[in-house]
């Protein structure tokens, strides 16, 4: 569901933070529509968590405004974090308690009415009730964040923040795990999630790219390759390492990625990127085709513009 045309569950304009003399969110806007995947993408230390804490009141901004949930962002932080989930990067229940108490302190936290009936039921739901006296601490990766989806659902929340929410987890429990938000998305429950997985990103209504602290791009998902602008060019046969190697480099082509049997080749300047590809046409072993851009590809020259941002220095913004 990408939105019903209601009121917007998240409207932020100006939104700014500082960390000494460093901006770490420049200006940031948003307008999230109910129901809808709202996917952050960017490199590392972009301010997406920062983002993410002012929009639920958890950091107050240095400027800028808005309302989540109708309420305002800098006075009732109080009723927005009653009816917002928020899955923070780190696990962040406790490893010493069994998985029954994590559940039931949040509950108790939330004030969940019915609590018993309600952590029973996560339990079961979640297929961990022959193993609710187990310490939270001895699950693997992928049934932490189960467990830490299972929790931080307990209270019904109307939205959900998730901060990187599969890190680490491998690709048959990231999978169940989206399966689990587009059911959540489909009965209302609008979700904001920051990613650097590409198979997440193309799983989002829209898309929001940050780099610097600063919104790049924001749109559905299915427009942001037109916006970007990335010509591409596949290529199929043989060696397709060996002519990779070839391709990468030369003036116009910027990016070579393999996709399955092909290759796609992209660059922002049709015209040189089609001057650097005519030389390889000739030969017959290869089809090439020009074809849209896709979000992947679109992700990958977003994302190979920089892997830290503020590693890198604020002047290259
Ligand atoms: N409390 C803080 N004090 C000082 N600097 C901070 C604080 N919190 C975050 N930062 C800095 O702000 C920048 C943005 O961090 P943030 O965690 O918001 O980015 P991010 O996009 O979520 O990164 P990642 O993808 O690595 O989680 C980073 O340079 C970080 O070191």
Known sequence: MSGNGTTPVIEVNGLVKKFGDKTVVDHFDISVPKGAIYGFLGPNGSGKTTTI??????????AGSGTCLGYDILRQSDNIKEHVGYMTQKFSLYEDLTIRENLDFMARMYRVKDRKRKVDAALEDLGLANRSHQQAGELSGGWKQRLALAACLLHQPDLLLLDEPTAGVDPKARRDFWDEIRRLSDDGVTVLVSTHYMDEAIQCDNIAYIAYGKKLIDGPARKIPEMVGLATWRVEGPDLAELATQLHGKDGIEQVARFGS????SGMDAQKL?????????????TWKQQPAGLEEVFIHLM????DNFAAGQ???
Do not use: N, Q, W
């Open 304 to 307: 190979s513009g920089s892997t």
């Open 315 to 317: 002047e290259a913004a």
């Open 53 to 62: 804490r002012m929009l639920c009141g958890l950091l107050t901004p240095d």
């Open 274 to 286: 089609e001057a650097a590809i005519k030389p390889f046409l000739k030969d017959k072993r290869y």
């Open 262 to 265: 092909a290759l796609h080749v």
